[in-house]
């Protein structure tokens, strides 16, 4: 497996993973089912810029298939906000070791998704959890 493959799986598994979902102008836009997600800013890296770009067109497809109402999908980006937040907290944070931070970032990253799955409704996460079986069964 070439190393464009595997940024590419690692991308969509990062964004299945953490849910980012709707911007708030596909909030403004919402009776176009088929509108693409905002522009990714600020990234000069062009394979940075690629990939962020295809995570926001994964989440966006992933929020699509949920039927992510607007009421989570503002809870999700809260959620998310929060989430970045403390964990620039964390990284700046001098006192602790890489090792600390670390668990400490995953502590949070796990805690957010607890949270982000509570958000969803029953029938949702079980659709979550199906896209996720396809996807580790098309990455084997």
Do not use: C, W, Y
């Not at 403004?28 to 800013?41: E, L």
């Amino acid at each position: 497996m070439n190393t464009s493959t595997k940024i590419s799986l690692l991308a969509v598994g990062l964004a299945l993973a953490s849910l980012p979902f709707v911007s708030a102008a596909d909030n403004n836009n919402s009776d176009q089912t088929n509108s693409a997600p905002a522009p990714v800013a600020g990234s000069r890296h062009p394979r940075l810029r690629a990939m962020l770009l295809r995570r926001q067109v994964v989440a966006h497809q992933v929020a699509r298939r949920l039927g992510l109402s607007q009421d989570q999908t503002a809870q999700l980006k809260s959620l998310r906000a929060q989430t970045k937040s403390t964990i620039k907290g964390i990284r700046a944070d001098s006192s602790l070791t890489a090792e600390q931070k670390k668990a400490k970032v995953r502590e949070t990253l796990q805690g957010t998704r607890a949270q982000m799955n509570s958000t969803l409704t029953p029938d949702q996460q079980a659709q979550l959890k199906q896209m996720r079986e396809q996807r580790k069964a098309n990455k084997v």
